[in-house]
């Protein structure tokens, strides 16, 4: 178990640099799936099967198919356009930041965490980490956090229709809904005829004229 | 230390282990030409035709002829596409179908050479989810495929196969709460000795419709194959795949039907349990898992020869604003019937 620990665990760290230091969107995005599928492995090593479902399902499955959605229609290219310049005062601020929440973690491990060090570590009785235990943990001891984490994601849901609604769908001249064919449309300005494709976009096409009824043939022309 | 994803307490030897893993890969690899041939036979018939017919008694060794044919193509690759991830994404489908595989049941724990072994490749105590965390592994497979080619084609197919994967894993899952609720378990074997008596099919037929139309989604098959759609997208995300590669997901594809109509067996149709009483000796009981998801793949051809194609539209309405209420409504009635009647 040792040998897979430190495996997954060299994974993870290298797909967590792998975010900050690679300068293609979509290779950041690929590294986190990586760091997250390592961290569900870890999670498995520590019997943890639901948590490890769960991480793979939620984050790999469905957080991340949005991330590569997006990045894969906006990002690409190995020099993503510069949507942002950092300023040298955002710069001093990041890492300072970033130093605060190192001293924090540093004092949070250092103050307990390797206690556990040189022990077998907690035994774990049967069923641990079982589906029906969470189950039971999540409707009694942590019920109000868990409510909670479910108001806000249904707030978050609300607040995503209101702002997809706010487009008002598709216009007049889109409109597929029941009980509308394709009949119903207006025609739009362009045709895709050959006329417009040699004169551009907007060219009027010549329609025959229904008075025409053909020309006499010249002698010796035709079959 | 007992061993991660293992459910029950005890564990095989190592070497039991090893085999069970050799003989449950051999039955995937042996189903999928099988099936192969038994869809271009069946939708001949369906369409009026004889389906293949030249290679060997009654075109019996057409699957064979083909998988020559595939691997001895050229190995094409597009001067635009992504040199290692277009290696790697075949392969990430082919693995995740082939773990997958190890979940279905094949029958209960039986005694063979004097060890006590589960006819299965793991009985894991998170059930469902393992397959649908394999499910979102199989996902990169298309998505890094149709990305990595560099084709506008492929990338628009591996789109579509993104947005439509994420819909219907919802209601596929939800779906399959009504079960949970029921048998009271999410392992799989737990489920099937569950429901002796009566199988899931009847009491959760809701969930099973919603179930199966999921899953005809969630495998991109008609008639929810926007994903290839041959005259939209030319071949979708594995347009720019030949050989093989080409190969890779053909099998990736076939063995994820198989996969799910495991599934469907082992949740609805009470896996290796037979109707009225019937107990066969045990050695019969991977036959009638395996007859019972041959009898779902039938289905499944069936639907392809008699659905036309959805709209994209349609497929995402369809997805959201009727599956997925109808399957959040199965499992609160469910658990409201659950409740009263204990």
Known sequence: MGFFFVVFGVVALAGAV???????PFYCVL?????LIALALLFLLLEAQFVAAAQIVVYAGAVMVLYVFVVAYVGGGDRPAALWRASARQR???I???AAVFIELSIAILGSGLRALGTGGPDVPAGFGAPAQI???LLTRFLLPFELASFLLLVAAVGAVALAGRRGGLGEDRDLSPGRSTLDLPIPAARGTMAEGV???????PMPDPEYKGRKLEEGEGV | MSFPLAAVDYIEPWWMVVIKCLVLAFIGLQLVPVVLLAERKILGRFQNRYGPNRVGIYGAGQPIADIIKLLTKEDFRPRTAIGWLFFVAPILSIVAAFGALAIIPYGPVVDIFGVATGLYGIDVSIGPLYVFAFGAIAFYGLMLGGWSSGSKYSFLGSMRAAAQLISYEVAQGMALI????????????GIVEAQQGMWYVIPQFFGFIIFMVASFAETNRPPFDLTEADAELTGGYMTEFGGGRFTLYFFAEYLNMIVISGMATTLFLGGWLLPFGIDPPAWVDPFV?????LAFVVFFIWVRATLPRLRYDQLMSLGWKILLPLSTLNALVTAIVVVTLD
């Open chain 1, 18 to 24: 792998g975010v900050v230091v690679l300068r293609n």
């Open chain 1, 31 to 35: 590294s986190l799936v990586v760091h």
């Open chain 1, 92 to 94: 001093a601020l990041a």
């Open chain 1, 96 to 98: 300072a930041f970033g």
């Open chain 1, 135 to 137: 189950g039971e943990l």
């Open chain 1, 199 to 205: 004169a551009g976009y907007g060219v009027t096409t």
């Open chain 2, 178 to 189: 009504g079960v949970i609720i029921t048998a009271q378990t999410m392992s799989l074997t």
């Open chain 2, 289 to 293: 898992v395996i007859a019972k998801i």
